[in-house]
Structure formats: C-alpha cells, structure tokens
C-alpha cells in the first residue's frame, strides 16, 4: 500500500456557503496497480487526485502518503514528499518548451541535486522506457501530442517515484496515441508501481486493474478488474 484514505473529505468556504468538494472517502492505493478514478466534470475526482498528491490538505479524516501523514505535514515537508515520491503527469503535458525533450526530463533530477552523470544515465533509461530515445534532442513543438505525452511520462519516471498520479493523460491526444500511452500507464503498474488515472472517458476502463466512480463529492468502488 502507498497511499490510504480514512473517512477524508474536502470542502471549501466561499462567504457563508459551504462547498463540499469530497465526501468523506475511504480508499486505498496498492503498489503493482492502475487505478482509474473515472466520472464527469466536476464530481470530484481531481479533488481526489489532489489529494493524493500532497497538493492540498483534507478538511477532515486521515491521509498517508509513503506511511507520512500528510495532515501533520508542512509545507516544505509536502514539496519533499512530491518531489521524491510522487510523480505527475497533466492533460497539457507542462513541458517547458525551450528545453529539449531530454531537457525536460533530466529537470527534477536537477531540483533533487542528483549528480550529473547519475542523472544522464536515468534520464536515458526513462525515455527508453517511453521508446522516445530518438527524438531526446527535439523541442516540445517538434513533436506530436502523444510523443509530448510520452516525455511527460518519462519525466514523472526518472525520480523514480512510487506513486504516478496522472490527470486526465489522454484527453489531448487522439486515438492511437491513447492506447499508445494507455499501454504504458498498464506495464508501469504491471512492473510495481502505483498508478492513478483520472479520467471521464469510460474507454480507459480496460486498462485498470481497479476502478473508482466519482459522483457529487462521493466515492465509489466498481467491480471491474482486467487482468
């Protein structure tokens, strides 16, 4: 287990009103798993991503992230716990775009200080692990959505980190670059790492090994596995 949730809830205060973001949810996320936390707009599932990604803090219940309770964490605490534990990717990909593609990746290996040969070497094994070897010395316009999508993975991959949380990962791409990059979430889980898709796309469904519909704040888990 690499994350848990008991009975946490999210809500904001705007004047007088309350907005509850999450209902109180109960869930765990499992090494050598993809999970898809699926639903519409707005029903919750990026609170949740959030959440899980150390980004904020509950409003109430209990959260552990890499056995550190993340309630009791500062700030600087937080950003150290993402930094080495928690790699994201985005819808957009948030690839710098002076940068080359090998650039990109070699980037949060620079911000944990790692030496520079030891974080060559990693940075060439994250995007062989992509299959982007070939186009490392490209800029992000030179290349398509689904190959930036791919140095975005890579760049989550090269710190090593035990929890991958992606945010909506295919809603930019077209349709054989989703299986292309679908495929790749899979085998990373497949390989031992935690992996959390958000998603509203129900074609995303036959990668998961678990599955979580969010609806209106509530949580719930869906019987589906595909092994």
Known sequence: MIAELKNVGKEYQTGDQTIVALQPTTLTLNEGELLL???PSGSGKTTLLSLLGCVIYPSYGDLWVDGKYVNKLNQSELARLRLNTIGFVFQNFNLLAPLTAEENVIMPLKLQ????SEARARTEQALKT????????????????????????????????????CDEPTASLDKNSVGIVM??????????????????????????????????????????FNE
């Open 37 to 39: 936390i699926i639903g």
């Open 183 to 224: 495929q790749e979430l899979r085998a990373l889980a497949d390989e031992g790492k935690s992996v959390a898709v958000v998603t509203h796309d129900p074609r995303l469904k036959q990668y998961a090994h678990r599955i979580v519909e969010v609806d209106n704040g509530v949580v719930n888990e869906v019987n589906e």
């Open 130 to 165: 992509v299959g982007m070897t070939d186009l490392r010395r490209n800029l992000p316009k030179q290349l398509s959505g689904g190959q930036q999508q791919r140095i975005a993975i890579a760049r989550a991959l090269v710190t090593n980190p035990r929890l991958v949380l």
């Open 113 to 116: 200080g790692v030496n520079s």
